[in-house]
């Protein structure tokens, strides 16, 4: 069983289209972190949020902490190409490393 | 400011071959990872070193080995390289372990024949 359960696994929109991206959990995580990866690079942390029912915004992008902090969502508004990559999220497990999920890979068509 | 560098970027490697897998953080980092990437199974952890002089297991160290050289190194070797090895793989540093956020290399695309 996966620890955290990212959907879709792939999507793909047009240029100014909205979407959203989920990462579940049957268990409580004290904070999660969003990654986007773009082809070719390492990750790179967009976001971390910590309070349960939590909303941060970064530009286009809205990361919202489910109220029992076990899921987080990711939606953005009016994607542009440049959002085209893997979105992971990623929360510290009981050994205190950071588990991953498998990620949500999108495509911006112009 | 380098970041996380690894080195190389690019390998091919016959079955049965060895190599070691390069990383350095110029960030003054304590804790450093190693993780592989494979289609459909997102990042999982190989070895982790929580600070220098200290390595352990993650979720798949079975045919890998580790050094953390100093501070600033953590290297990766395959002893005898196998088809399942074919990977993307991600070295990482961070302040320190859990909850902090990781800074990644650029990658190395591995592929065993």
């Known amino acids: 069983t996966q620890l955290l359960e990212q959907s879709p696994q792939f999507l793909s929109i047009q240029e100014g289209e909205n979407l959203t991206v989920y990462c579940n959990s049957s268990s409580v995580f004290s904070s ?3 990654y986007r990866q773009e082809p070719g690079e390492g990750p790179v942390l967009l976001v971390t949020v910590v309070t349960g029912g939590e909303v941060k915004k970064l530009k286009r992008l809205t990361f919202q902490f489910g109220d029992a902090r076990k899921d987080s969502s990711l939606h953005i508004t009016a994607a542009q190409p440049g959002d085209t990559g893997l979105y992971l999220c990623a929360g510290p497990t009981g050994a205190n490393n950071l588990f991953f999920g498998t990620g949500t890979r999108l495509t911006v068509i112009p | 400011n380098a970041g996380v560098t690894q080195t190389p970027k690019f390998q091919v490697l016959k079955t049965g071959q060895s190599m070691t897998l390069q990383c350095a953080q110029d ?3 304590n ?3 190693w993780y592989r990437q494979d289609p459909g199974m997102g990042l999982r952890l190989i070895y982790y070193s929580a600070s220098e002089g200290t390595t352990d297991k993650g979720e798949v160290p079975n045919g890998y080995n580790v050094s953390r050289l100093n501070k600033r190194e953590f290297s990766l070797r395959l002893e005898s390289a196998a088809p399942s090895q074919t990977s993307v793989y991600f070295c990482a540093s961070s302040w320190d372990r859990g909850a902090y956020e990781q800074y990644f290399g650029p990658g190395t695309r ?3 024949t």
């Open chain 1, 32 to 34: 999660l972190q969003w």
């Open chain 2, 27 to 29: 960030m003054n980092h």
């Open chain 2, 31 to 33: 804790s450093m990872y």
């Open chain 2, 110 to 112: 591995l592929t065993v």
